[in-house]
């Protein structure tokens, strides 16, 4: 665990400044947009400044971390929100629908199968997003392109899954926009109205095509 160095009030606050321009530049109601303030590797001393900031939603990529750290403040602060991020084991499946508000990396059978039956046996239902692998890049996680159709409605006919929008990283090395622009052409012929894309480096674009969610952490919390 790392404690922000940069003052992570400064950090939020030009995030802020920077969704704000980038949906008046796309025309749009920043209302739109939700930040998912990704806050994985840091602790809670460094998330507190940042929800007595006004923050309310928040991310993390490790389910075993996430447990450690969330808990306490959300007993603490109502009304706030947490999504993971990051890949799921299916045995983890239940600690995720116990503590998540979302699950933006819903990718696999296995994992759809194990969500259902949580969901179920927990009456708890976390937004559903289906990562989409937009660069098949072969060590990400994400369902390929071409299968995304029928993943997204095997997940509704097969598990019951509801699933709310399309989640994508873009491959580190690429120009993120096409990426962006073929995760919201996915979304949109299956009717889908989330997205989650953008991080840090690249939310102004993201938003500009279309990001319902942009998940940003290092420009927040300072470098991990
Ligand atoms: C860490 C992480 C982010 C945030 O990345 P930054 O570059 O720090 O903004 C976003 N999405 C996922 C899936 C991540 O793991």
Known sequence: MTTGEAAPIDGFASVE???????RDAQRERSSVTLVAVSKTFDV??????I????????????????????????????????LIGPLQSNKAKDAVALFDAIHSVDRPSLCEALGKEIKNQNRRPDLFVQINTGEEP?????????????????RDT???????????????DAPAPHFALAAKIA???????????????FAI?????????????????TR
């Open 188 to 202: 949109k012929r299956n009717g889908l109205t989330q997205l989650s894309m953008g991080m840090s480096a690249d």
């Open 45 to 50: 001393g460094a998330i507190m400044p940042v």
């Open 159 to 173: 598990y019951g899954l509801t699933i709310s929008g399309l989640m994508c990283i873009p491959p580190m090395d």
């Open 17 to 23: 400044a920077g969704i704000v321009r980038a949906c």
């Open 139 to 155: 060590q990400k996680a994400g369902v390929a392109p071409a299968d995304a159709d029928d993943f997204i409605v095997r997940c």
């Open 206 to 222: 993201a938003i500009a095509l279309g990001a319902t969610h942009v998940r940003i952490g290092s420009a927040i919390f300072g």
């Open 52 to 83: 007595a900031a006004g923050q309310r939603v928040f991310g993390e990529n490790r389910v075993q971390e996430a447990k450690g750290k969330w808990p306490a403040l959300i007993a603490a602060h109502p009304g706030l929100a947490l999504h």
